[in-house]
């Protein structure tokens, strides 16, 4: 079968890793994929936004399955359209992945189904908005309805600031993302991840993850993508992650299909662990990134990937099983200095080579584009460099032993990545 798969980060560089080795696989295309995947897949300048395009390049090479990794072709309707043509896609359709379009649609869909969430109130003026806000305790999260690449969600710890992110989504900040507004209750606890699989009907629990949103070490600094990340989250026991399938992503897959939208695809559900359980602050309708680079070397048989994308796809995936190692898989992503402000394109990095060799160790690419011979770092997130261990302090070790054996004047990156996981391993 030959495969297409649409993205260019190091989710898609983790993906396509994967998806190389299976057995069912002839040609793998990534579009537009980035300078570490021309090993795995052939790399092609494909406008993705552009569904009948899409659709072209899938006649002409005879692609039997799409897998989409990012958000906004979900969105925007790829899915539908290649399905519409016959095509099988990995991924929800246009109304199902409104469970990550829309932070009201998902906030609705939890009060009417008693799935534990903030409390919540939406919006589509800034006049009943403000009022809310006077009349409701501190902090307050303020929230852009649409996808804002995670630039929409203001944690407001005065009424003023939550005014002002008010105007902000109202004022256009964020473009039709922002014509409504969510504002919830603050949450406290621990945060962590949790990503199943899913035909419509059954549910298949993969695996859970923590990441690093704030650029700097000790968690500070602005919000980033995500500075790294690391899997099991030690926060998510057998019972967290059974209290989350219950209560959270059960009923959400019943709901979505008793709406006639049944949810097929990979489920994100970003989890507060609070002291009363798990509570959803958000859905997404792909892989997290970097979470997945975190998730895929723990595949026992990585192999056994492109068949469960295919049954989430098509049904089938009560037949289905994924076996996971033990070892802790941790992700160091090496930034352009800059990120996430302004940065320089085009800088060279060398000795890939050497700090990869280790079969522990896997390099993903991020943001980089091939120059001849060269690595050139071509965006703000540019690798992520995993490590396995069998504990987390093994990993990290790992990881930045890996991290320093690169020669990137250019980048920099977080030290302290799993510092959460390695306290609980060394108080344990
Ligand atoms: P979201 O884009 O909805 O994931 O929000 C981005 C980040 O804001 C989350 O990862 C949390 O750290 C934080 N956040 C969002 N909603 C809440 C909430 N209700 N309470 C506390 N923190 C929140
Ligand atoms: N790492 C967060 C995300 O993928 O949304």
């Not at 299976?22 to 993705?48: I, K, Q, Y």
């Not at 995500?226 to 992503?249: D, F, H, K, N, W």
């Not at 979505?256 to 359980?277: D, F, K």
């Not at 990881?399 to 054996?405: I, S």
């Amino acid at each position: 079968m030959n495969v297409l798969l649409i993205g260019s980060g190091g989710r898609e560089h983790a993906l396509a890793w994967a998806i190389a080795e299976s057995p069912m696989l002839d040609t793998l295309f990534v579009a537009p994929g980035n300078g570490g995947m021309s090993s795995l897949a052939t790399c092609v300048a494909l406008d993705v936004a552009d569904h009948a395009a899409v659709l072209r390049f899938c006649e002409d090479h005879r692609i039997g399955f799409v897998v989409i990794g990012p958000e906004a072709p979900l969105v925007a309707g790829l899915a539908d359209d290649l399905a519409a043509a016959g095509i099988a896609a990995f991924g929800p359709g246009r109304k199902a992945a409104q469970l990550e379009g829309s932070k009201g649609f998902t906030k609705d869909l939890c009060a009417a189904h008693g799935i534990p969430t903030a409390a919540f109130a939406r919006f589509d003026n800034p006049g009943h908005a403000k009022a809310y806000v006077a009349r409701h305790p501190l902090p307050l999260v303020v929230k852009a309805d649409g996808l804002a690449a995670g630039k929409g969600v203001t944690i407001a710890e005065t009424r003023e600031e939550a005014e002002r992110a008010i105007d902000a989504c109202f004022g256009g900040a964020f473009g039709a993302a922002g014509a409504e507004v969510v504002i919830e209750e603050f949450l406290t606890g621990e945060e962590a991840s949790y990503f199943a699989l899913t035909d419509g009907e059954t549910i298949l629990p993969l695996a859970t993850a923590q990441d690093h949103k704030r650029v700097f070490d000790g968690d500070k600094g602005p919000n980033t993508g995500g500075m790294g990340a690391y899997s099991p989250a030690p926060v998510m026991t057998e019972a967290m992650c059974q209290r989350t399938l219950e209560e959270i992503v059960r009923p959400t897959v019943a709901a979505m299909a008793e709406r006639g939208t049944p949810y097929r695809g990979v489920l994100y559900a970003g989890l507060m662990i609070t002291s009363e359980g798990p509570k959803l602050i958000e859905y997404n309708v792909r892989f997290g990134d970097p979470e997945c680079q975190v998730l895929m070397p723990r595949l026992e048989d990585r192999g056994a990937l492109l068949e469960a994308l295919l049954a989430t796809a098509q049904g089938g995936l009560a037949d289905v099983r994924l076996d996971w190692r033990d070892e802790v898989a941790l992700t160091v992503v090496m930034a352009t200095k800059g990120y996430p402000g302004t940065y320089a394109k085009g800088s060279a990095i060398r000795g890939l080579d050497a700090a990869g060799r280790d079969p522990m160790v896997q390099i993903f690419h991020a943001g980089t584009r091939r120059d001849g011979s060269e690595i050139r770092a071509n965006g703000g997130r540019v690798l992520n460099v995993t490590a396995l261990g069998a504990s987390v302090a093994e990993a990290k070790a790992r990881a930045y032993e890996a991290v320093e054996k690169i020669d990137w004047p250019d980048g920099f990156w977080r030290t302290d990545i799993g510092w959460r996981a390695l306290a609980r391993e060394e108080a344990a």
